[in-house]
């Protein structure tokens, strides 16, 4: 039987707020009370007092008018292609990017990110790169950012290292190809690369500090050579405390599974996990990793839970379980988390770190668009709708304390 590994784009991984995306922030009115709210997300069953302990100061109201946008003004592109990273810590920085794309000429003419302040929306910085070339997602760190450029002819990524400010400090090539997993605590970000000779393919960890420098390498898995059709795909994760888990495949073959330290030393014993259909690893607050993939109807969901160092999967918590994510966010200070579930409609829900359901906040015009929430806090949201294009970005600045 054919085994599928489907890895996680940067682009949605990072630009539309995984881990990092990506890499791939919420506003609103509290909800329901807390036991109908629990009721209504899955939360964790909890007595009242317990609920309103683990939920005290997570629910923002929403107040004042939200700082607006629009990245794109004065382009005369009519097809800008925009899109909104973290915020970092402090004062918070809110990285906004525009391109531009022209078929006539190969591809994107125009790439720039410009970094808006978020208490005032002042311009503290703006960085164009040259045809082709530049990041096309950031990763957020406690102050500054990474920048992830693709290459359009070996898909390999080169990193950028970017102030808080956007001036860009180093550029460092790697030959890791398809994405960059972030460190949720902020330290760095890890890549894989596959490495081919005739005797085998090895499969390289690659550890990369905030500033985009090496901090650590390791081949992980090998296995027998590849054939020209044939390639080895990945997905990974990165807990709380720095451990990763990488899932693996070959183009013909099973999917196998093992968990790293941060100097990319096996921390656990290699394993095939029970569904192959891994999409994306989301790091949660006691350590673990939320395994979104596939259901048993093929269906997109949380369908499994990764212990650190354990070899193999468990079921899910309960106030996960089945859930179809649209956007996860850990909330500052390691507080709780934001979700959004597929589908129209849909508000932010609000989690306390134990899981307990503390409340929903819906923003006036969430619906048009994808949202993250910044390290500081602050909620930005993409209007995708609006009659200046998809270029236009709300905030909230440092919503959740």
């Given at each position: 039987?054919?085994?599928?590994?489907?890895?996680?784009?940067?682009?949605?991984?990072?630009?539309?707020?995984?881990?990092?995306?990506?890499?791939?922030?919420?506003?609103?009115?509290?909800?329901?009370?807390?036991?109908?709210?629990?009721?209504?997300?899955?939360?964790?069953?909890?007595?009242a007092?317990?609920v309103?302990?683990?939920?005290?100061?997570?629910?923002?109201?929403?107040?004042?008018?939200?700082?607006?946008?629009?990245?794109?003004?004065?382009?005369?592109?009519?097809?800008?292609?925009?899109?909104?990273?973290?915020?970092?810590?402090?004062?918070?920085?809110?990285?906004?990017?525009?391109?531009?794309?022209?078929?006539?000429?190969?591809?994107?003419?125009?790439?720039?990110?410009v970094?808006?302040?978020?208490?005032?929306?002042?311009?503290?910085?703006?960085?164009?790169?040259?045809?082709?070339?530049?990041?096309?997602?950031?990763?957020?760190?406690?102050?500054?950012?990474?920048?992830?450029?693709?290459?359009?002819e070996?898909?390999?990524i080169?990193?950028?290292?970017?102030?808080?400010?956007?001036?860009?400090?180093?550029?460092?090539?790697?030959?890791?190809?398809?994405?960059?997993?972030?460190d949720?605590?902020?330290?760095?970000?890890?890549?894989?690369?596959?490495?081919?000779?005739?005797?085998?393919?090895?499969?390289?960890?690659?550890?990369?500090?905030s500033?985009?420098?090496?901090?650590?390498?390791?081949?992980?898995?090998?296995?027998?050579?590849?054939?020209?059709?044939?390639?080895?795909?990945?997905?990974?994760?990165?807990?709380t405390?720095?451990?990763?888990l990488?899932?693996?495949?070959?183009?013909?073959?099973?999917?196998?599974?093992?968990?790293?330290?941060?100097?990319?030393?096996r921390?656990?014993?290699?394993f095939?996990?029970?569904r192959?259909?891994?999409?994306?690893?989301?790091?949660?607050l006691?350590?673990t990793?939320?395994?979104?993939g596939?259901?048993l109807?093929g269906n997109?969901?949380?369908?499994a839970?990764?212990?650190?160092?354990?070899?193999?999967?468990?079921?899910?918590?309960?106030?996960?379980?089945?859930?179809?994510?649209?956007e996860?966010?850990?909330?500052?200070?390691?507080?709780?988390?934001?979700?959004?579930?597929q589908?129209?409609?849909?508000?932010i829900e609000?989690?306390?770190?134990?899981?307990?359901?503390?409340?929903?906040?819906?923003?006036?015009?969430?619906?048009?668009?994808?949202?993250?929430?910044?390290?500081?806090?602050?909620?930005?949201?993409?209007?995708?709708?609006?009659?200046?294009?998809?270029?236009?970005?709300?905030?909230?600045?440092?919503?959740?304390?």
């Amino acid at each position: 039987m054919r085994h599928v590994l489907l890895a996680t784009a940067v682009l949605v991984a990072v630009a539309c707020g995984s881990g990092e995306k990506v890499e791939t922030a919420a506003a609103g009115v509290p909800g329901a009370d807390a036991g109908a709210a629990a009721a209504d997300a899955g939360g964790v069953a909890a007595d009242a007092g317990t609920v309103k302990a683990a939920c005290d100061g997570l629910v923002p109201a929403v107040s004042g008018t939200p700082l607006v946008v629009d990245v794109g003004s004065g382009s005369a592109n009519p097809t800008p292609i925009c899109s909104a990273a973290r915020p970092d810590e402090g004062t918070g920085t809110v990285p906004l990017r525009l391109a531009t794309y022209d078929p006539s000429v190969g591809g994107s003419y125009q790439n720039a990110w410009v970094f808006y302040r978020s208490s005032d929306a002042a311009v503290l910085g703006r960085r164009r790169w040259s045809p082709g070339d530049g990041p096309v997602a950031l990763l957020t760190h406690p102050s500054g950012f990474t920048g992830i450029e693709l290459s359009p002819e070996s898909g390999q990524i080169d990193l950028h290292s970017l102030t808080h400010e956007g001036a860009e400090s180093l550029e460092t090539p790697t030959k890791a190809e398809r994405t960059v997993v972030a460190d949720p605590a902020g330290g760095g970000m890890v890549t894989f690369e596959v490495q081919r000779s005739a005797a085998q393919y090895a499969l390289r960890y690659d550890r990369f500090d905030s500033d985009a420098g090496l901090a650590a390498t390791a081949v992980v898995a090998t296995g027998p050579p590849l054939g020209p059709d044939q390639d080895v795909t990945w997905v990974a994760g990165t807990t709380t405390s720095g451990d990763t888990l990488v899932v693996f495949a070959t183009t013909d073959g099973g999917c196998r599974a093992v968990w790293l330290d941060r100097e990319g030393g096996r921390t656990s014993a290699e394993f095939a996990p029970a569904r192959c259909t891994v999409q994306q690893l989301h790091p949660l607050l006691d350590g673990t990793l939320a395994v979104s993939g596939n259901d048993l109807d093929g269906n997109p969901a949380v369908v499994a839970l990764a212990r650190p160092r354990t070899a193999g999967f468990e079921n899910p918590p309960g106030w996960l379980a089945g859930i179809r994510l649209r956007e996860f966010f850990l909330l500052p200070g390691g507080k709780g988390y934001a979700l959004r579930r597929q589908g129209p409609g849909q508000p932010i829900e609000i989690l306390a770190a134990t899981g307990e359901s503390c409340g929903k906040v819906r923003p006036a015009d969430l619906d048009k668009g994808p949202f993250v929430i910044g390290r500081d806090g602050t909620l930005v949201e993409q209007d995708l709708a609006g009659s200046a294009g998809p270029c236009t970005f709300r905030w909230y600045p440092q919503l959740f304390k």
